[in-house]
Structures are given as C-alpha cells and as structure tokens.
C-alpha cells in the first residue's frame, strides 16, 4: 500500500506547477529543505524518482512521476471534497439539535417553552422525541438525542444532570371518592386507599413511590397500571383508585370538575426538572442555545 502522505503530495504537485522548489517553498510557505524532504519521502513510497533533477534547470518529470502526478491531483481533489462535506456537515451539526423528553413535561409543561424556542430560533432545526424516562435515558445514552429532560429527584448515573426547576405532584381521585373534600388527610388514610400510577418497575413509578414513601404514604396497593395521563385519568375518574400525578397534567380536569385534588397532611410534593445529556458529547452551539433557552424560561416561570 501507497505510504505518502497528502501532504507529500501537496508538496510534489505544487513543486511541478511552480517549477522549482524554492517556488513550491515560497507558496506553501515552507523552508526549501522541508520540500526537498518531502520529495524524498514520496519517492520512497512510490520506489522510484519522480523528478529528473539537472543543476541550473527545472525539475522535469520521470515517467513514475507523470503517473503519480495524476494520482496526486485525484487523491488532493478527494480531500478537498471529504473536508468540505465535513465541513457542512459540521455546520449543519451546530444548526441541529434533537430533544428527548418525559411525556408529562413535553405535553403539559414545556410545550409553550418549545414552541416559543422554534419561533424565536428560526435559523435552529428541533427534533423533538417524547416518551417515558426510560426512553429519554436511552436516547441520551445511544446518542438519538442530544439532551434530554425528565422528572426526577436523583442524579443518573453516567449522565451530566443538571436540576433547572421543579414540577409540583398532586393526589387526584374520582370527585365522588369517600376522601374528597376532607382536610388534611393523614398519609395512612391515603395510603390505605387503591391507587393508579404507572408500573412499580418503571423510572418514574420507582420515583412516585419514593416520593410518597418520604411523606409517609407507605405500602399501598396498585390497582392498576398506566402509562398514559389519558387512560390513568378515566381509571381515576372510574374511581379504580388514587392517582399521583404532575399538577400541570391535571389542572384542566380539575377545572372542569371531573377529578378533585386530594388534601394531603404533608410536605407538598415537588420532583426536578432534569436536563440530561452524555458527558462524552460535544456541546454544539444549538445543544447550548435550546439549554440556556430552556434553563431562562423554566426558571422565570417557577415560583
């Protein structure tokens, strides 16, 4: 295999065009020694000269340096193109920015926030993902996005979190529940009651349960599982059980009088709005502009 480099080539194609050496070392701006160095290593990739050098007259070509002259010109055209595409891609890159976020948070709580983004960044493509922590984790991990954000009172593991904000949780349950309307509920008395929440080995089950667990509503049993604010809400409203869930996804039902607020006799319930995103992961100038974005509008916005 061919072991010169580009740059050898560089300097042998540039030597030819300009005639001498000291020319090719006044346009690439390089000692003349350093060109003669450079020739012989090409000659010695290629296993032959590829000059006829003759004191007092230019350097003119050999057969081999004929043929490797055409190769060369091939081979430093092929670089410019890679180094362009690189280059756009690059550009690209820094004007491209995919989002992974907790379902809860993208429908209820940063939408406006996204929308906004988009509009006041037109130059900023957004790709925005939505599902379950898990999947956010997942999209940060395999680098299908390049931040992500989700609910959650503990650091992750091999991430860089950072904590821009809280999203408050509320107890909601059907509006004729035998619990509604009563004052300061004790946690035994909730936790006594059948709930609805999204599966115990879940992320976010893992962390709801935690939650209450600090605030003293222990052991209770799951009646049913769901994944989807949609479907947990009419297994609520059908009075299955309680549900623990961000107040920004059930404030609207709760206007409307189709769930009630349960008063529970504790701390209020707060979990963080995480921003995630791969330590190993270069920050691109529009991976920094939707995170500043983000961190500004979260915080103007919590009390």
Do not use: W
Not at 251 to 274: C, N, S
């Amino acid at each position: 295999m061919l072991q010169a480099s580009l740059r050898c080539l560089e300097v042998f194609v540039t030597a030819h065009e300009t005639g001498s050496f000291s020319a090719a070392s006044a346009r690439l701006n390089i000692a003349q020694p350093s060109v003669s160095a450079h020739i012989a290593a090409l000659e010695r990739a290629v296993g032959g000269q590829v000059f006829q050098r003759r004191r007092g007259s230019r350097p003119r070509l050999t057969d081999l340096g004929t043929s490797v002259l055409r190769h060369a010109r091939e081979m430093l055209a092929q670089a410019d193109d890679l180094r362009s595409d690189v280059l756009n891609l690059q550009a690209s890159a820094e004007q491209r920015v995919t989002f992974s976020c907790q379902r809860s948070l993208a429908n209820f709580t940063l939408n406006r926030a996204l929308t906004s983004f988009v509009l006041t960044h037109p130059k900023i493509q957004l790709a925005v993902r939505i599902g379950t922590q898990e999947d956010v984790l997942n999209d940060v991990r395999d680098r299908r996005a390049d931040i992500g954000c989700f609910l959650s009172n503990e650091d992750q593991r091999g991430m860089t979190s950072v904590s821009i904000g809280h999203q408050s949780l509320v107890l909601i349950a059907a509006k004729d529940h035998r619990l509604a309307g009563r004052k300061r509920i004790a946690a035994e008395q909730i936790a006594a009651e059948p709930f609805v929440g999204p599966p115990t080995e879940s992320h976010f089950g893992r962390s709801i349960n935690k939650l209450l667990a600090d605030v003293g509503v222990r052991g209770f049993k799951l009646s049913a599982h769901a994944t989807e604010y949609q479907f947990l809400r009419e297994l609520v409203v059908a009075g299955v059980g309680i549900a623990c869930s961000p107040s920004a996804s059930v404030q609207a039902d709760v206007a409307l009088g189709r769930l009630v607020l349960l008063d529970l006799d504790a701390a209020p319930l707060a979990m963080e709005i995480r921003l995630l995103s791969s330590p190993t992961r270069p920050q691109t100038f529009a991976m920094r502009q939707l995170r500043e974005f983000l961190i500004n509008e979260i915080q103007r916005e919590t009390p």
